[in-house]
């Protein structure tokens, strides 16, 4: 193998009439390219959305870039450099016309970090049994750093109490989990992104959480009170599949039936079709309903 050797400002087919790429590097994981423009920008009514996460650095000319999340305009010169999001939506609003405008652009996908959505991490250090003549029929149980304390009448069989016990492992076990996603992915400013997106910034939304309860659908929206639960398997499937499960159960803020409008309103989501798939795919149908 011997060494390649390569001028970044100037390409093989380097035309000013014509916006060039050259692929400099490029693996299973990431492709290096550089670009060429000249009064090129991205044609009108286009917005270019990638599947990969990408960092481009200007290195020489002008450029303008417009981000439809903001409407805002980004000016580069020479030495700057962005890192867009995957499908962050972009376009090249302008680049100098009386000088070449060289990009330097990495194209790549950003590591997922990989949510935990189970309890291992909850730990019961003891268990702790206080038999009273006090408690005549119920079974109480309360965590005292990390110490699991279990109140029952003197009288409670052995067997019926150990049955009792683990119900109340699983129920603080849900509960440490249900306090870690909604500590660590708090829906609420996603929800409030999704809002601005898609809905103009017009919904209430007065509460929306992870829930441990909810095995056989991905969400659930009280339409009257403005709140909405998902599950907590969501957590652990991609973003742009849990976007959509916000967007559906915003949408049925505005609409809470199945109709044709709810649809019309989830198909603004443009990765509406392929989350509905993954659902599908991973045995979570479209099954919720909407409380009244």
Known sequence: MIAE???IFRHPADNIDKETFQTILKNDSFKLESIISQGHCTEQGRWLDEENDEWVILLSGKARLLFDQDNRIRELNP???LYIPRHCRHRVEWTALDQKTVWLALHFRAAVKQVRCDSRGFA???VKIVRTARRKKTIAARMVDGVLCVFCPRNTPQDFLERTIEKFKVKFRKQALKKQLNRDKDLRLVAAELNRKYFQGKLTVN???YVTDQN???GCC????KTIRIAHCICAMPEWVRDYVVV???AHLLVPDHSKAFWDLVANYKLAERAKGYLL????EHHEESEF
């Not at 009280?222 to 009170?225: A, L």
Request: aromatic letters at 12%; glycine letters at 12%.
């Open 248 to 250: 559906h159960e915003l």
């Open 222 to 225: 009280n339409y009257h009170k």
């Open 216 to 218: 056989s659908k991905f």
């Open 281 to 284: 795919a991973k045995g979570i």
């Open 79 to 81: 030495g700057d450099y």
């Open 124 to 126: 019961i250090s003891q």
């Open 5 to 7: 050797q390569g001028n």
């Open 207 to 209: 509460s929306i959480e």
